[in-house]
């Protein structure tokens, strides 16, 4: 099925390492960001892109790093996990950033993230 | 600044009862408005929006309005059913602010039989 795949769907790190969350889509969407969900707080955005090559912060980016080399791929690196980073994080995509209000964006089902 | 703020959870209802779910916003200039649900286990689908005052969106029996006056946008449905147990996120896309949706905290709705 089309959509937006996140791997892997759970992890657990220990303080100080490091991983790569995966995001890919197949809908040839232009724009595609990184939220985490933390209880009580809703979504918050932590880096986007609006195309192959162009990468932005946004509202928590401290500890994290994106590259988007391909329309199709948007991963997110964890340099040095931290407990605070304990999160779930979901990547969403849409086909252009002023699509937001046409499409509203798509969402992949996440990664639980836990470290110790 | 822009920031979204819904009512607590868990909202627990029974199957037919109607459901409201508050929702109010501040904001600069006319921002667009979203309802997202969660299922559980899965990540987030866009259930409604509006993108102007008076806008009244709507998708499989929810209805929402884009109330500038009192700055609303509170979810409701006439008859809630078991499958509409879910986490129901209110969100708010800043004007030209294409980059980002400002998400509240999310409400909890569980409806049993």
């Known amino acids: 099925n089309a959509g937006v795949t996140q791997t892997p769907k759970f992890q657990v790190l220990k303080t100080g390492q490091s991983m790569t969350l995966q995001c890919a889509q197949d809908m040839n969407h232009e724009y595609m960001s990184w939220y985490r969900q933390d209880p009580g707080m809703g979504l918050r955005l932590i880096h986007y892109s609006v195309g192959a090559g162009i990468t932005d912060q946004g509202e928590v980016p401290n500890g994290y790093n994106v590259s988007r080399s391909t329309t199709e791929d948007f991963p997110l690196r964890l340099l040095s996990a931290a407990p605070s980073q304990t999160s779930v994080y979901f990547c969403?995509?849409?086909?252009?950033?002023?699509?937001?209000?046409?499409?509203?964006?798509?969402f992949g089902s996440g990664t639980r993230l836990t470290v110790v | 600044g822009n920031s979204v703020t819904q009512m607590e959870g868990p909202v627990t209802l029974s199957e037919e009862a109607f459901l409201t779910i508050n929702c109010t916003y501040t904001?600069?200039?006319?921002?667009?408005l979203f309802w997202y649900v969660q299922y559980p286990g899965e990540g987030l689908q866009l259930l409604l929006k509006?993108?102007?005052?008076?806008d009244k969106g709507s998708n499989k029996g929810f209805e929402a309005t884009y109330r500038k006056e009192t700055t609303s946008f509170h979810l409701e449905k006439g008859s809630v059913q078991v499958s509409d147990s879910a986490v129901y996120f209110c969100a708010l896309g800043p004007p030209g602010g294409y980059n980002k949706l400002i998400f509240g905290a999310g409400t909890r709705l569980a409806v049993h039989p």
């Open positions: 509006a993108t102007k005052a008076d």
């Open positions: 904001a600069t200039g006319y921002p667009s």
């Open positions: 969403a995509s849409s086909p252009g950033r002023e699509d937001r209000d046409t499409y509203g964006y798509t």
